[in-house]
């Protein structure tokens, strides 16, 4: 309760100064920015595809995506859930609305 502790407790940190730590690049070995590539762990080319499936019973619908991965040749299909590669499924769902409210634009037009 807030009438038991009417002031927060404060605390004062001071660093001297051979604490301090000077992050300098030209220190880092020449291969730091490499990521280690984790062996169970594939990486995304590109998404073509997506399907929807049932809905759970949380009212999420279940969507699948054709994933391509670097390095083989079926492409399979992936849960949305499963899919660690947010930049290319975002451009990939933009693409789709894009091409969605082109197709709407025509259907319009021929009317």
Known sequence: PVREFPDRPVMRLVAQDQDLLDFDESLLPGDSWIQDGDPDEYEVEKISDMRTGRMTRYGRILREFLVHWRGYEDP???????????????????DRANQNRFGVMQSHEEA
């Open 76 to 94: 399979t299909w992936i849960d949305e859930a499963d899919l660690n590669c947010g930049a290319i499924l975002h451009e990939f769902l933009r």
